[in-house]
């Protein structure tokens, strides 16, 4: 499906004061005509699949940003210093949370996890502000299928001193994702689960 931006949006629906409800209404949907597709597929963790998820084309979105933004900040924890992902798919997420923040007045800033260390200057594996140690940080993913993305990057951030002990998702395909963070005592919710974004996507296509 190709929509325009302007076919896909209306001002008062996507306006920063919009309800949260009718955010995720706009979000779920932006999903479906944006970056659900189905057909054969290879994923990052090696499963073959009949559906994927293009992430980018919604986290890249500026609407799909802000919603994403607006509605992954209530779910962190009061006490919450960073928020943080493995590179590329978490970067626009832990961006617009960060941004979000801001106009929340409990401005929390963002750390991207490299894959691997940069080769190069500090050679660090994590980009961003250097936190005190110690400091609680939220994992954030895109599309959750077995989970060993943000486990990486959890990973990482634990190596260097810090606190993790939650994961949020856009979306869990419920392929073992959930089970292996409880399995380390992670704790784990996803805005959207898969049953949901098929769901619409049919209804939007019939």
């Not at 084309?57 to 924890?77: E, I, K, Y």
């Not at 894959?115 to 110690?134: D, M, Q, R």
């Not at 609680?136 to 989970?147: A, F, Q, Y």
């Not at 634990?158 to 073992?176: F, N, P, S, W």
Request: hydrophobic share 40%; glycine share 8%; proline share 3%.
């Amino acid at each position: 499906m190709t929509h325009s931006t302007e076919t896909l949006t209306q001002a008062d629906m996507w306006s920063a004061t919009a309800d949260l409800t009718t955010l995720r209404h706009k979000l779920l949907d932006l999903f479906c005509q944006l970056a659900y597709q189905e057909g054969d597929f290879v994923l990052a963790s090696g499963l073959r699949s009949t559906y994927y998820i293009n992430k980018t084309q919604v986290t890249l979105h500026p609407q799909g940003a802000l919603a994403v933004g607006r509605l992954l900040f209530p779910l962190l924890p009061a006490d919450t210093q960073a928020v943080a992902g493995l590179t590329l798919g978490a970067d626009p997420i832990v961006t617009a949370v960060s941004v979000v923040s801001v106009y929340e007045n409990r401005p929390i800033p963002a750390l991207i996890i490299r894959k691997e260390a940069k080769g190069y200057g500090t050679k660090a594996y994590i980009e961003g502000p250097t936190l005190a140690e110690g400091a609680k940080i939220v994992v954030l993913e895109d599309v959750v299928t077995t989970g060993q993305s943000a486990l990486k990057a959890v990973n990482r951030l634990k190596d260097a001193g810090y606190t993790v002990e939650q994961v949020i998702g856009l979306v869990d395909r419920k392929q073992g994702g959930a089970e292996l963070y409880q399995s380390v005592g992670l704790k784990f919710e996803a805005l959207f689960e898969i049953a949901e974004v098929q769901q619409r996507y049919r209804e939007l296509a019939g």
